[in-house]
């Protein structure tokens, strides 16, 4: 019996052993392969290694953006046990301050892997550093901060919550930021921990590019500040504002009234969120008549000591009605701009011919593209002139029938006081590395001259007279010269132009007689007050004065009044040996470009106008430009623009006019 009982433990053990050997052979021998690899994927892994986004500063090295490293947990159910839950429910609700009932109610739930915490911060993952349980895991998961919460929000913009940039710069320059992920070779144990890394296989991740903005952090602070409370004095549904070098086009500030905070983004709805300097577009009224008049003086059309009858307040043209805020007789065209005159604009403009006045409007920039680096940029409305009906140029003429963005009317701002240069606004001054070599340096970008410098001097004059004696008065600074034009427009509501609601704006520049700021204050629909001198301009006054006494020597005006700068430069144009009201003979004094010869720019093409023919081919021989000669005397006009790119095969046609004329002042 007893020898029965070991022989069937025998056999048993005799079967085991060899399901046992055929199982070893089946791994071993058979599945070798296949289980190798399995066990591979497994254990040793390639992963991703981020690259640290690029911080962002401002134009003084102040920084507003950086990362902020956090960590995200994570628990696979399958591999957890219940012990392991409770365990984990014990250690979280220790650490972040929440109940233990939380964790356990998550942990209860269906699903491979859960989230525990997301972008925990660096110090509650210190003290989860040496915590394991089967199944839990972290990973690092950096926070884009915002320094300071809503400060410049809509230039710097915001990443959505896989760090990835949505607007603003954030977006623009994502791939700048963002660097090069890299990557490494990781072999983990069977409950996945971190066993080692092979250096041989890993790929080291190359960080993003810092960001310098052309943004002043005080500018910024300041116009932000001036433009809630002036919401909070004049109400309104919200405010742009926009501070500009003219004489580079870098935006010192950007800012929307109401703004946002991006660490927070979502809280936010998108109308507070758009970015409505450059998305949103608006008849700017007023503050349009400075291009039109602009226009006309540069092609010679227009004597500022002449004047116009504006009709005391009302004028039917093409049986329709034009009207003034105030009533008034004989005007002379600088009362026209200074006292922002509907009617003297709209006969004043009759005098240029359509093609030549959307040349102008076009060559400032309206009806395109500013090519700022923001997104969501829009180019506004400009018909072209076959698209105008009789009422379409006088009605444009004072800012109705066309729409502009803030940007593009700062934009061409600066090109009417700068000397007529037409510049594209850049928002980043430069892009470093990380070790602070400097990838990308911003230079100024030309796009086109547009007006001559003594055009620009003109108008610098004219919009002087604004702020001293005409609509603008609520911008006069003791300190500085200041020079800027109001915009009262009212707004198309529902195909009807509304009676209540309006865009009160104003836009300024100082010193007067060398601008170094432009500055644009936009209010959509004030409640209190209506005009743009009397809200807009009170604003942009605290904006400029905070401003200026930030540094106060850099902005001092030179050692004479606008006053008399205003006769200094009207000398420049004008005959005062006589009364050159309505259409007074004027002589056209001579541009002397050959005592410049030597500092002409061979890429570029010249302002040739009001020189004589013999000097202007001296130039052009000079520039080995061909040339086509219409007329004798003085040049009035240049076919290749001043400003443009000069390249070979050119051929520039000069028209010419006898140095006396009758009915218009030219220069």
Not at 142 to 169: C, E, W
Not at 349 to 359: H, P
Not at 521 to 540: D, E, K, M
Not at 652 to 657: I, N
Request: glycine share 8%.
């Amino acid at each position: 019996m007893n020898n029965s009982r070991a022989l069937v433990v025998i056999v048993f053990i005799f079967i085991l052993f060899v399901a046992l050997a055929f199982r070893l052979f089946d791994v071993q021998i058979l599945k070798s392969d296949e289980l190798k690899y399995y066990a591979q994927r497994q254990q040793m892994t390639v992963e991703k290694v981020k690259a640290e986004t690029g911080l962002i500063y401002d134009r003084n090295s102040v920084l507003l953006v950086y990362n902020r490293n956090d960590v995200s947990f994570y628990l696979d159910l399958r591999m957890v046990s219940k012990k392991g839950k409770a365990k984990i429910a014990d250690r979280f609700s220790k650490v972040f301050h929440k109940s233990r009932q939380y964790y356990l109610s998550m942990m209860n739930e269906a699903g491979k892997t859960i989230c525990l915490e997301k972008k925990a911060p660096s110090d509650k993952a210190l003290q989860l550093k040496d915590f394991k349980v089967n199944g839990l895991f972290s990973t690092n998961d950096p926070t884009r901060v915002f320094f300071y919460k809503d400060l410049a929000s809509h230039v710097l913009g915001y990443v959505g919550s896989d760090n990835q940039g949505v607007d603003g710069i954030s977006k623009s320059f994502e791939d700048q930021l963002d660097g090069e992920d890299g990557s490494m070779l990781v072999l983990r144990d069977a409950i996945g921990d971190m066993i080692t890394v092979s250096e041989e296989q890993t790929k080291p991740a190359v960080p993003g590019l810092n960001l310098f903005l052309t943004i002043d952090k005080s500018y910024q602070s300041i116009l932000e500040e001036e433009l809630k409370n002036g919401l909070e004095k004049y109400g309104g549904t919200s405010a742009v504002g926009i501070i500009m070098d003219p004489n580079t086009g870098e935006i010192l500030s950007l800012a929307n009234m109401d703004d946002f905070d991006p660490n927070e983004y979502w809280k936010y709805s998108d109308t507070v969120r758009r970015d409505r300097a450059v998305t949103d577009t608006y008849e700017p009224g007023s503050t349009f008549k400075t291009f039109s008049m602009a226009s006309l003086l540069d092609r010679n059309l227009c004597n500022l000591n002449e004047e116009v009858f504006t009709e005391n307040g009302r004028y039917k043209f093409e049986n329709v009605f034009i009207t003034d805020a105030h009533r008034s007789g004989w005007l002379t065209a600088r009362q026209v701009i200074e006292e922002s005159s509907n009617i003297g604009m709209s006969k004043l403009i009759q005098r240029i011919d359509n093609d030549t006045y959307y040349k102008y409007l076009r060559a400032f920039g309206f009806g395109n593209y500013t090519a700022i680096k923001l997104p969501g940029e829009v180019r506004g409305t400009l018909r072209k002139p076959n698209d105008w009906n009789g009422v379409t140029k006088a009605f444009m003429s004072f800012g109705y029938g066309i729409t502009v963005t803030p940007i593009q009317l700062i934009t061409a701002y600066c090109a009417v006081v700068n000397g007529g240069y037409l510049y594209q606004p850049e928002v980043i001054e430069k892009e470093v590395k990380r070790d602070g070599e400097v990838v990308f340096q911003n230079q100024p970008k030309l796009i086109r001259r547009v007006i001559s410098s003594e055009t620009s001097a003109r108008m610098r004059n004219l919009l002087v007279g604004v702020v001293q004696e005409g609509t603008g008065t609520n911008a006069k600074i003791s300190s500085v010269s200041v020079g800027g034009k109001t915009g009262t427009s009212q707004k198309l509501i529902d195909g009807k132009y509304s009676k209540q609601q309006y865009n009160s704006s104003f836009v300024g520049f100082f010193p007067a007689e060398s601008p170094k700021i432009v500055c644009l204050i936009l209010v959509n629909s004030p409640t209190v007050g209506r005009y743009g001198g009397s809200v807009a301009a009170p604003i942009f006054k605290n904006v400029a004065e905070r401003i200026i006494n930030l540094n106060p020597s850099y902005f001092r005006s030179q050692d004479k009044n606008s006053n008399d700068e205003k006769k200094e430069i009207d000398g420049l144009f004008t005959d005062n040996s006589k009364n050159s009201n309505r259409g007074d003979s004027v002589k056209i004094p001579a541009q002397n470009i050959m005592a410049n010869l030597s500092n002409i720019n061979p890429k570029i093409m010249p302002d040739l106008k009001n020189s004589t023919l013999r000097d202007a081919i001296s130039v052009l021989s000079k520039l080995k430009i061909k040339y086509k000669v219409n007329g004798s005397g003085t040049i009035c006009f240049q076919s290749i623009q001043p400003g443009e790119q000069i390249h070979s095969g050119l051929i520039c046609t000069l028209d010419c006019k006898e140095p006396e004329v009758t009915g218009a002042v030219v220069y």
